[in-house]
């Protein structure tokens, strides 16, 4: 199983990023997929989860409103659409994936899968 992420980059703070990830060998139809963030010298924490089987989405406080998971069972891939960016959004994204539902959508120690990271700068 592989987790293929993209969309990274540079980006002034108010900016927009969009990231992508795509699973290979692997549907997550009935599990999660989401993405979780690590910056310099932090904890790796939430970021927003998706559940494949209710479409129910959730989010961290700090980036509801900001950012918008979506995905695309058919393609098998998860959608992570990042507006008014700031620079605390700082960090290597990780995109996740977990088989089978489980309620732990917020830990990291839940997921079975993880992508190879894509970093998201966001500075002036």
């Known amino acids: 199983v592989q987790l293929q992420a993209s969309g990274g980059g540079l980006v002034q703070p108010g900016g927009s990023l969009r990231l992508s990830c795509t699973a290979s060998?692997?549907?997550?139809?009935?599990?999660?997929m989401g993405w979780f963030r690590q910056a310099p010298g932090k904890e790796r924490e939430f970021v927003a989860a998706?559940?494949?089987?209710?479409?129910?989405?959730y989010y961290s406080d700090s980036v509801k409103a900001r950012f918008t998971l979506s995905r695309d069972n058919a393609k098998n891939a998860v959608y992570l659409e990042m507006h008014n960016l700031k620079p605390e959004d700082t960090a290597v994204y990780y995109c996740v994936g977990r088989v089978i539902w489980n309620i732990m959508y917020y830990d990291p120690a839940n997921y079975n899968y993880w992508g190879q990271g894509t970093l998201v700068t966001v500075s002036s």
């Open positions: 060998d692997c549907s997550f139809s009935r599990g999660a």
């Open positions: 998706i559940r494949g089987d209710a479409n129910r989405k």
